[in-house]
């Protein structure tokens, strides 16, 4: 059984979506209107309300990602927005903040570039904040990538020191902040290179030094 949109009215018949017509350069991207996709069961339908732009896309518009991306595609590997449809054994309730990323999304499936887009239960993670869209947008991945890096990559256990390259980076700073709730030490490269500050000299264009 499914539960419908949250203000109980039926999904458009069509979006707006960036769509990759073919691989190549910028021109093949083009936005269009395009069917609303419909929902498989176990599979949940998101209303989109930003994403995230990610090397990835620009591998497939090329047309050079795996063999599985076929083409015309909507890319978009991660978004965030509101539950549309989903099947009442989901736990999710229509107009729950909700993100979702990978998963083949934008790449065998149609991706996040789209005022909506489905995608499997299991890759909805559920969420509730008060900031902005294009706040949140940003996020995803990049979390993601800085907790698959210290889990999955590293298996860091509490009490390791841990060293951050590139420490000032959004991966960076997400790693540092996500190794304080693990109980890592954290150390960043610091830079002790003196910064040099040419003096003006006069008579080359600088104010009263004039011959």
Do not use: C
């Not at 989903?86 to 570039?113: I, K």
């Not at 890096?149 to 959004?170: E, F, N, V």
């Amino acid at each position: 059984m499914s539960q419908g949109t949250a203000a109980g009215d039926a999904a458009p018949a069509t979006m707006r979506a960036v769509v990759v017509t073919r691989p190549g350069g910028l021109e093949a991207l083009e936005i269009k209107d395009v069917p609303v996709p419909i929902r498989k069961p176990g599979w949940v339908r998101i209303q989109m309300k930003a994403f995230g732009v990610n090397e990835s896309e620009i591998t497939t518009r090329k047309g050079e990602s795996d063999a599985e991306v076929t083409y015309p595609r909507v890319p978009g590997i991660e978004g965030v927005g509101v539950v549309d449809e989903a099947d009442e054994a989901s736990g999710l309730r229509p107009g729950q903040q909700v993100a979702t990323m990978t998963g083949n999304m934008g790449r065998s499936y149609d991706g996040s570039y789209a005022q909506y887009v489905t995608v499997p239960a299991a890759q909805v993670i559920p969420f509730e904040t008060s900031l902005p869209w294009e706040v949140v947008g940003a996020l995803p991945e990049m979390f993601q990538t800085a907790y698959g890096s210290l889990t999955t990559g590293l298996d860091l256990k509490a009490g390791q020191t841990l060293l951050i390259r590139g420490g000032t980076s959004t991966v960076g700073l997400s790693a540092a902040h996500g190794r304080a709730e693990r109980g890592h030490h954290r150390e960043g490269p610091r830079s002790h290179r003196p910064v040099h500050h040419p003096q003006p000299r006069p008579g080359r264009g600088t104010a009263g030094g004039g011959r």
